[in-house]
């Protein structure tokens, strides 16, 4: 479910300023995840 609302957010901003958090959340996911 995270991941899906990641990449929600991502269709959300578009490339906006929010994609940079969509990163950082990303990086976060990946350190957790296997």
């Known amino acids: 479910m995270a991941r899906r609302s990641l990449v ?3 269709m959300e901003s578009g490339g ?9 959340a990303n990086k976060k996911e ?3 995840a296997p």
Request: proline share 0%.
């Open 8 to 10: 929600e957010m991502k």
């Open 16 to 24: 906006g300023g929010r994609e940079d958090k969509v990163e950082a």
């Open 30 to 32: 990946s350190k957790e």
